[in-house]
């Protein structure tokens, strides 16, 4: 079955600057990658999303790029605010959807 | 904004009890799913729920576990003779393609 693997578990940043987080996938056939944020107590709010036809997407001060090749997918957060500390997952779907272990993003003002 | 929604949002049961975790995903939603978070953990699949059965389970989602569409709103998990392992955070979620899942907001389940 499919296999993310997320990276960094954890990542502090301070207000303004970026921030990346990255996945692998191991399901070549994978074709639907999105981004969940978890805030703490609710359950994950899907924030972006990359169909395996397209390589890059962005939203406002969200964006994501996808390397088919590599299995690689990225999420790149600009301008960052403290608002946006969370955990945000990663996941991939090709029947089914896997999730990352998640990334807990602290912004610090 | 149409929402998922579960409970109870919390359920504390006695080792060896059952449970029902319920569910009413999106009206017009076709897709159903149940994960669960231990916690500090991240997200795992358990099953997956289309045109009346069950389309794909997890290595999780054993004998001790089961689901049903009971009538045209509620997706329900039972969970029979429950350990405190299966001490968790239960999401529901539901998609009306096979892509773009909506979750609820979950539901705590301590086993004492």
């Known amino acids: 079955g499919e296999n993310v693997e997320q990276h960094p578990s954890t990542l502090s940043v301070q207000e303004g600057d970026s921030a990346v987080i990255k996945c692998t996938y191991s399901d070549s056939a994978s074709n639907y990658f999105p981004w969940y944020k978890q805030e703490l107590g609710k359950g994950p709010q899907l924030i972006i999303d990359i169909r395996s036809n397209v390589g890059e997407k962005k939203d406002q001060r969200i964006a994501v790029t996808l390397n088919k090749t590599a299995k690689h997918f990225s999420l790149h957060i600009t301008e960052t605010q403290p608002e946006d500390s969370a955990v945000y997952f990663c996941a991939a779907i090709n029947n089914d959807m896997r999730f990352g272990a998640g990334t807990r993003l602290t912004v610090k003002p | 904004e149409p929402e998922v929604t579960q409970t109870p949002s919390h359920q504390v049961t006695q080792m060896g009890q059952e449970v029902i975790l319920r569910c009413v995903p999106i009206s017009n939603h076709l897709y159903f799913y149940w994960y669960r978070q231990i916690l500090g953990q991240k997200v795992e699949f358990l099953v997956s729920?289309?045109?009346?059965?069950?389309?794909?389970k997890s290595e999780i989602f054993d004998d001790q576990f089961s689901v049903e569409r009971p009538d045209g709103s509620n997706f329900t998990l039972k969970i029979r003779s429950t350990k405190l392992e299966d001490s968790a955070m239960y999401f529901c979620?539901?998609?009306?393609?096979?892509?773009?899942?909506?979750f609820g907001s979950g539901t705590r389940l301590t086993v004492v």
């Open positions: 729920f289309y045109n009346n059965e069950i389309s794909e």
């Open positions: 979620a539901s998609s009306l393609t096979p892509f773009g899942y909506t």
